[in-house]
């Protein structure tokens, strides 16, 4: 029975008749209003409320997701804004950043589309353009110069699994998001990336979470209004100290999107679909979660394959474009990770995560509208799903894989 998988902003049809297939999909959830359940955090946080926490004379600075989260990010501004008047703050005083960290602008209309009658407040993120707030473990931390001249630091975010933090959101959408160099290279870093407790949907004793939660009470991120989403849409908000709402929200999740699978599986189909699939940086994601996460259901010799719509090829922005210069000059995946494993640049890691994870299984995209960038990343090109898969193979299908936790 054929299974859709997202492709950009559609499906394709997968049928596998020669080989055994299993689908793993996720609980999933109860999918929520967003703006009632935004509202319902910011009146009932983890501490205390927003208007409490700001002077009517303040000037401040919201740092929001880009256009690589799908984050309802329009109706979290209306939110806050709104619990921003009551307190006295004027809409001339606050000011958006996108938090693009090291990835490409937005354009004027992604703007528009992502923040609605807020697009005007908004301005990108230029990590050149930073100031020195201090350090953390050594490290000097690096703030969007704009925002270190603001009085309060708001953020919005999206919980959800991530390689390196476990979840994402909290701090991280300020310090990374709207940081420098300096702390993205050592967050990202081979150093710290080796770390115990490093690794997906792990936020206790996880030395990446620990050091951007310190960053962000260094750089004063006062306030978090995040959500979490699975398959059937946004599961939940919470709103108030940033360490709080990613625990709170990162429960949600675990308990829409944690999977038992066995192993032992000869490919993993695995579906990302928009915004995700934009760009071959974004899309290995689910390669290296479904390789590197808490539970790898690949036999030796295994393979994950992607359906990937790419229409951005490799990316646009500095971390996509350190990415394929690293993948596309190797030589090959055992040599590239010794190599990164000494040290490289900010946004060049996600190299560093796909050739770890390509040491031990190939990676497979389909349907991608730049084949070619992707057989010059070390990867393999295919037009179609089937064409990726040996028949008479074991099969897992996982068609939300960013959004499926494999235990």
Known sequence: MPV????????VS??????????????????????????????????????????????????????????????????LLDELRTAGVAREQVTVILGLGLHRPMSDAEIEDALGDHADLARNHDPDATVEAGA???TPIEINETLAMTDTVLATGMVEPHQYAGFSGGAKTVVVGAGGE?????????????????????????????????????????????????????????????????RDLADTARDALATPVEGGYDAVVAGVGAPKDA???????AATYVILGAHNPLREGGRVVIPAALPEGAGEGTGERRFYDRLSTAESAEALYAEMR?????????????????????????????????????????????????????????PDALDTLLV
């Open 182 to 246: 300096s702390q993205i290279g050592y967050s990202h870093g081979p150093e710290l990336l080796a770390r115990d407790g490093v690794r997906l949907g792990r936020v206790d004793d996880n030395p990446f979470r620990e050091f951007v939660d310190a960053a962000g009470d260094l750089v004063g991120v006062e306030f978090s209004l995040n959500v979490t989403h699975g398959p059937s849409g946004i599961l939940g908000a919470a709103a108030g100290d940033p360490r709080s709402v990613v």
């Open 4 to 11: 859709e998988l997202p492709l950009g902003e559609g499906t």
């Open 14 to 79: 997968v049928s596998l008749p020669d080989c055994d297939v299993s689908v793993c999909r996720p609980p999933g959830g109860e999918p929520v209003d967003v703006r009632d359940a935004a509202q319902a955090a910011v009146d009932d946080p983890h501490g205390p409320r927003l208007a409490r926490r700001v002077d009517p004379d303040d000037t401040v600075g919201i740092v929001v997701t880009d256009v690589t989260r799908a984050t309802p990010d329009d109706v979290l501004l209306d939110v």
């Open 279 to 285: 760009n071959l940086y974004q899309t290995t994601r």
């Open 136 to 138: 953390v473990e050594g």
């Open 342 to 398: 000494e040290g490289y640049e900010p946004g060049a890691q996600r190299a560093f995560v796909v050739a770890r994870a390509l040491r031990d299984h190939d990676i497979y995209v389909t349907n991608s509208d730049s084949p070619d960038v992707v057989e010059a990343c070390l990867m393999e090109a295919r037009e179609s799903v089937d064409a990726a898969v040996e028949p008479g193979s074991d099969v897992l299908v996982v």
